[in-house]
């Protein structure tokens, strides 16, 4: 069994006849474009830490003084219209988000 086969197991369905792995662009928070077929909420299924911007290094600031920490952490962003995404077909109309794809440089 394929990663891709277990894959469409787990989420209830088949993998959709001659799947592939696609590139899309993100429309929105929650929907995609793939050439010219727009998707929807409804028609996708994310990798949750999409979802959310998600802290990659911790960095506070106190005051010398004393008083508040500023927060100076970095953070990986929640999709947004224009980022690249890697699609998987699962079904007619079931979509899987699998990850964010960027170029290096």
Sequence with gaps: MSWVEGMAGMMGGAPAAGGQLKLAVM???????????????????????????????????????GGLCTDQSTYLPALAAGDTVLVYQLSDDRFLILERMVKSG
Excluded: R, S
């Design 27 to 65: 429309t929105g928070p929650n929907t995609c474009k793939i050439g010219n077929l727009n998707l929807t909420a409804q028609d996708l299924m994310f990798a949750d830490h999409l979802l959310q911007a998600k802290c990659t290094k911790v960095k506070e600031t106190a005051p010398g003084g």
